[in-house]
Nanobody, 121 residues
Framework: QVQLMESGGGLVQAGGSLRLSCAPS????????MGWYRQSPGKKRELVAV???????DVSDSVKGRFTISRENANNTVWLQMNNLNPEDTARYYCAAAPTIVALNNGYGLWGQGTQVTVSA
């Protein structure tokens, strides 16, 4: 079964940067919408950023101007460049892929195991 594999999380000080990467372990539909969601303890999972196969992007207001999502369709790889991190960005970040944004928001499609991002004050 194809899985999404995330990497790049870690511990960083406030104001620092991290770059998350996600790639599938096998073949997936390159027309999938791919994106990043995050969840911290006691909170609901929230959309961070998604990108379609033709490059259309939707970014959460909470990270707009600080986070950038990009993808390479040939390998179905997606990245999340996170700059000017603050403690409120601390969460487990999940990569996901599905045919529609509705499917992603409802938890359908392919999901990775997540990578932890911790931002210290």
């Amino acid at each position: 079964q194809v899985q999404l594999m995330e990497s790049g999380g870690g511990l960083v000080q406030a104001g620092g940067s991290l770059r998350l990467s996600c790639a599938p372990s096998g073949s997936v539909n390159s027309r999938n919408i791919m994106g990043w969601y995050r969840q911290s303890p006691g909170k609901k999972r929230e959309l961070v950023a998604v990108i379609s196969s033709d490059g259309a992007v939707d970014v959460s207001d909470s990270v707009k101007g600080r986070f950038t999502i990009s993808r390479e369709n040939a390998n179905n790889t997606v990245w999340l460049q996170m700059n000017n991190l603050n403690p409120e960005d601390t969460a487990r970040y999940y990569c996901a892929a599905a045919p529609t944004i509705v499917a992603l928001n409802n938890g359908y499609g392919l999901w990775g195991q997540g990578t932890q991002v911790t931002v210290s004050a």
